[in-house]
């Protein structure tokens, strides 16, 4: 039993970084353009893109497309920091 609370915790983890990367980039992207355009908007908006790009294999029978592409930005990494401070109070 106290592997499956685990795997659910790992798995509510995962859910609660997903989606404080989404809000902190969506807020990240609203309040950059609040901003005119100099270093705090790009700062903002700018992300850097790491990961696995779409990749085929085909068969000929069967086709498997394969991809995984991570987009950071300043906002996201805060988002998930905020993110993860939140997951501490709760699980406590």
Same mark, same amino acid.
């Given at each position: 039993m106290k592997?499956?609370?685990?795997?659910?915790?790992?798995?509510f $983890?995962?859910?609660?970084?997903?989606?404080?990367? =989404? +809000?902190?980039?969506?807020? @990240?992207?609203?309040?950059?353009?609040? *901003?005119?355009?100099?270093?705090?908007?790009?700062?903002?908006?700018?992300?850097?893109?790491?990961? $696995?790009?779409p990749?085929?294999?085909?068969?000929? =029978? +069967?086709?498997f497309t394969? @991809?995984?592409?991570?987009k950071?930005? *300043?906002s996201?990494?805060?988002?998930?920091?905020?993110?993860?401070?939140?997951?501490?109070?709760?699980?406590?």
């Open positions: 592997i499956m609370g685990s795997l659910k915790n790992l798995f $983890l995962a859910v609660v970084l997903i989606i404080g990367a =989404v +809000i902190g980039s969506v807020l @990240g992207k609203f309040v950059g353009y609040l *901003f005119p355009e100099d270093g705090i908007r790009e700062a903002l908006t700018e992300s850097v893109t790491a990961g $696995l790009h990749t085929t294999l085909d068969l000929q =029978v +069967i086709e394969i @991809g995984c592409v991570f950071f930005n *300043f996201s990494i805060v988002g998930i920091i905020i993110a993860v401070m939140v997951f501490k109070l709760i699980t406590k």
